[in-house]
């Protein structure tokens, strides 16, 4: 199509924010981006029409989702909004956590969780829920008319993908353009709204001694040229610093953060030890702060593909010595994960710490490191612990390696008791004793 032809198009598809709103009804499935894909001008002008009420009744429209941002908080997920928007939630974040202490306190029911690997929920979007809408913030038009996903290809772009799938987007100029297969193009748009806020800067998490001591023994166990997928937290942060000396680094991770992108522009991470996208660094989705986002933008040396790619275990395997570093809440005796369940509520979610675990032990030479300080609520809970508080996310099965600030430990080739044994050695002093008597009892000696 002619530059001008695209121009026409783009012109017959833009509406107000308002406009755009009123094409959702009722009962709509709506699948969002993670995060900086969320569009806060369409969110806005959708709460404004469940506000306004009128003739305009709008209820029971689901959004299926990872990790909000604030303005999902402060528009769709507003507590007064509850019965016209339903948050769908497959990784609960701030938002969720407020929303919900708000709904206890009514002794009302939790915000519903998805429970789903996060290369599994494209499927679980598509052919188990069956969404009918996705809403979207992409880049501007490039000159072959196709817009960037940007920051969140993840479920994404393959959710675009379906057939007869409406796709309500905002334009904006400060998305990044990343490459890669993350392309809307207009001709699938259905309608299309302009708008240039900033992107959403996440704060980086507070960083402690003990991450910096965990993060120190982590980085240890990172050799030069291999490839690592680092997940959400300080802890991964912290790791990231302690990888400065390294070299020839590769980077296939389904979160890209600003950690990650220090290391590339280092030089730490020129992913030239990689068997697959070779010299490109991999992601699915990105959040953190403007310099991060400035890194991805125009790019050739970074690329967004969808979750069930980059989070797919055997895509994972392509690369030799992958290291895949994830935190979690809780470790049991045996090395299964709690990593998203706390105080008996939802803290989080599965998101893709499975689907690299068993991605990173599948690759040739790959380990799976799983981290978290020895204990929590200022020292008065052990998080190696004898029976975990909620859903397992990553079974005994496939743990490999654990550290906490006490050191690591692997657990493959290790029997039930050995891996209570080299677990407890890890365990903060204080709750050492009480671990071996839990032990004990359960016939683990
Ligand atoms: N009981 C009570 N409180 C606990 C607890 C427990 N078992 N475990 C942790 N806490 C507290 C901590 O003390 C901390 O409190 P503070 O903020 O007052 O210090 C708080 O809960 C958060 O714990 P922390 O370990 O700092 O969380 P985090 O922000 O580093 O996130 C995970 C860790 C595990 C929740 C996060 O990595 C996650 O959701 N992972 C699951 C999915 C995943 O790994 N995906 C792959 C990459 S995206």
Known sequence: MSKAALQQLYSQKRVCA???????????????????????????????????????????????YLLCTGIAGQTIFDFDLRAQFVPMSYFHGGVERALDRVLQSSAMPAVDVMPCNFSQVPRSMIEHVGVDTLI???STMDADGNFSLGT??????????????????????????????????????????????????????PRTATDDKIGAI??????????????????PDAVCEGLAGHRRLGI????????LAGLVRSGVVDNSAKQTHAG?????????DQPLYDFLSDNPAVEAHGVDYTNDPAIIARNDNVVSVNATLQVDLGGACNSEFMRGRQFSGTGGQLDFVRGAYASRGGRSIIACHSTAAKGSISRITA????????????????????????????????????LISIAHPDFREDLSRAAHEAGLN
């Open 218 to 235: 982590i980085a240890g166990l990172v050799d030069d040229g291999d490839c690592l997928q680092m997940g959400i937290g300080a802890l």
């Open 18 to 64: 308002d406009d755009a709103a009123a094409r959702i009804a009722s009962g709509a499935r709506i699948a969002m981006p993670i995060g900086c894909g969320q569009p806060p001008a369409i969110l806005n002008a959708l709460a404004n029409r469940a506000r306004a009420g009128g003739s305009d009744v709008i209820c029971d429209v689901r959004f299926y």
């Open 252 to 259: 296939h991770t389904e979160m890209m953060t600003p950690g």
């Open 387 to 422: 029976r975990l508080d909620g859903p397992t996310t990553t079974p005994r099965t496939d743990t490999h390696i654990v550290v906490t600030e006490y050191g690591w430990v692997e657990l493959k080739g290790k029997s039930a008791a050995q891996r209570a044994k080299a």
């Open 136 to 138: 979207a913030t992409v």
């Open 152 to 205: 969140s290809a993840d479920y994404s772009i393959r959710v675009a993908r379906k057939a007869g799938i409406r796709i309500v987007v905002e334009v904006n100029p400060n998305m990044p353009y990343v490459r890669g297969d993350c392309l809307i193009p207009l001709s699938d748009i259905d309608v299309l709204v302009e708008n240039d806020s900033a992107m959403p800067v996440v704060p980086p998490a």
């Open 280 to 288: 490109r660094s991999i992601y699915s989705f990105a959040l953190g």
